[in-house]
């Protein structure tokens, strides 16, 4: 079988059907293709006009059947399959046409990173209570930045709104909060990121 990774930028996975048992002619018609407009979302296209009835079985890695149809062919179809609830993993479409063959097509579901889309970083600037934050942020998704800062009791004593898109620096004078310990939330679009400071 043929593994195709869907990424986020892929467009289209077309892979090479084999039959099952006995191998069918390997100059034949393709019949079968699994095509991507959007990740996780599917569209197993069975390109055969033979009339009878088609089965699907969605197999998970382990290959135990998540979901099974019976579709009755006319002039070939196309039939959606929406994978965002399905954790990360390889997935296999077993197709038995009119005749008995199965065709099978594999994929493997690439799931977005929840990490954050920015770098950041607090460092005290003078053994006291004064520290610099840097953010790097790597795309739109930056926009705005929300930056809070917190004492050592999870009170907020500080926050504020950044629309840099290529990040920033800044100095945080905390010398007149009794705090000793600071926390410093990071947060735009792409995710959360805690700092610790004292």
């Known amino acids: 079988m043929k593994k195709t990774t869907l990424a986020v930028a892929m467009m289209l996975v077309v892979a090479t059907a084999f039959a099952t048992g006995e191998e069918k002619d390997k100059n034949a018609t393709k019949k079968v293709a699994i095509m991507s407009n959007e990740p996780e979302h599917l569209k197993l296209v069975y390109l055969d006009e033979e009339q009878g009835q088609v089965k699907v079985s969605l197999k998970n890695a382990s290959g135990e059947i998540i979901h099974k149809t019976t579709i009755n062919n006319k002039a070939g179809f196309s039939q959606p399959y929406d994978m965002e609830l399905l954790p990360a993993g390889d997935y296999t479409f077993d197709v038995t046409i009119p005749d008995g063959t199965t ?20 460092l005290n600037v003078n053994d006291g209570k004064k520290f610099r934050l840097a953010v790097v942020n790597r795309d739109e998704r930056a926009l705005p930045t929300s930056i809070k800062v917190y004492d050592q009791n999870g009170n907020t004593i500080h926050e504020e709104k950044v629309n840099d898109l290529y990040g920033f620096r800044k100095i945080y004078d905390l010398s007149s909060v009794e705090a000793n310990q600071f926390t410093f939330e990071i947060k735009n679009a792409s995710g959360t990121r805690y700092l610790n400071a004292y």
């Open 103 to 122: 065709l099978s097509e594999t994929v493997t579901i690439v799931k977005p990173s929840n990490e954050p889309n920015f770098a950041a970083n607090v």
